[in-house]
Structure formats: C-alpha cells, structure tokens
C-alpha cells in the first residue's frame, strides 16, 4: 500500500481467506465496469438531502444493480524475486478504532481507481455482497468510499441484505423486503 492510501484511511485490513464472492457469471461477460448513471444519482440525491426517504430510494437502487468488490494481494511486499513466495487475492476491510470494520464495494471502476487503481475489480450484487461483508465480520459496507457520492449501510439494513433480500419501493410510496431465496 502507497503511503498515501495509509495516511488518507484508517487502518486496512486484508481477509476473505476461504470465503468467496461467487465465480464466473455470464451475467456479467460484457460489464465494461462503467457506474449506472441512475444508481449514481441516487446516491447523490441521498448524500445531498440526508432523508431518509432518499437514503432507502438509494439502497433501492443499488439492489438492483451491480456493485464491484475490491481485491488485493497479499503476501510478501518487498517485491524481490522469490520463486517459493505466493500471495492471495483477498477482500479489503477497514478498521477504525471505535467505528468497527467495514468492507468497500464500488459502482465502477472509475469509484474503485480513485481509492485504489491496483484493485482488482469482482463483480457482485448488493445481497451477495452484504452476506460477504457479514462472514468477514464487518458491521457496515461503504460504497463509492472515495466519491463521488459515499454510502454508509449497516444495521438492519445491512442485515436484511445479508439475508438475500432486497429493498423494494411500493406502489404507495413506502418500500418493502423481497426475499429473494427461502431459507
């Protein structure tokens, strides 16, 4: 990690060892790692009033998109040539004294090379990646963390989406969970 990066955040973490994000999907063949626009909006819409009602039209809307996951090498870092060493690639969970840990997710790679352009970039769904974010023991997830519009979910929030469901809006406004696999 650049010295940059370590005195911008708090402390990193790597872990993920034996957990996983999922494999190849076809659906996301032909992702060229470019934000929706719409999703984008949404987060500034809800960075910019601070209600709650936006703040869950955003989760909304992330529900239905694709998020990227950050992976990175570890292992030795001194860079000298050693045939027996090996690294892993493994997910980034950041620490904070009293705020707990927290996994990154992007929503594009544009996102994800503004906090770390050496990334390695997997593609995944907010309930995907909130299930994740709950085995590595991370008690928030924060989206687009370097901008352009950050996203803090926890709580319940995070909870419910752990649980693979997804936050709908209603007809009458309101919003919903829809379970989207039984238990």
């Known amino acids: 990690m650049s010295d940059e990066q370590t005195h911008q ?3 990193h973490e790597l872990n993920g060892a034996g957990r996983s994000l999922g494999g190849y999907s076809e659906h996301y063949a032909s992702d060229d790692g470019r934000a929706d626009e719409e999703v984008r909006r949404a987060l500034g819409l809800a960075a910019e009033t601070g209600q709650p009602t936006d703040y869950l039209a955003a989760v909304a809307r992330l529900c239905g998109s694709r998020l990227l996951v950050p992976l990175v090498s570890t292992g030795d870092e001194t860079m000298t040539h050693d045939p027996q060493r090996q690294a892993e690639m493994a997910a980034v969970l950041l620490k904070h004294p009293t705020l707990g840990t927290a996994m990154l997710a992007f929503t594009g790679t544009d ?11 997997i593609p995944a769904t907010l309930d995907v990646v909130a299930d994740t974010a709950r085995q590595s ?7 687009d963390f370097e901008g352009p519009h950050p996203l803090v ?6 909870a419910n989406l752990a649980e693979s469901r997804r936050l709908v809006r209603l007809e009458d406004g309101g919003f919903g969970w829809l379970a989207t696999r039984t238990p």
């Open 9 to 11: 955040h708090p402390s």
């Open 111 to 121: 996102s994800l090379s503004r906090w770390n352009d050496r990334a390695r970039p």
């Open 137 to 143: 023991r991370a008690s928030t997830l924060l989206v």
């Open 153 to 158: 979910i926890d709580g319940e929030v995070l």
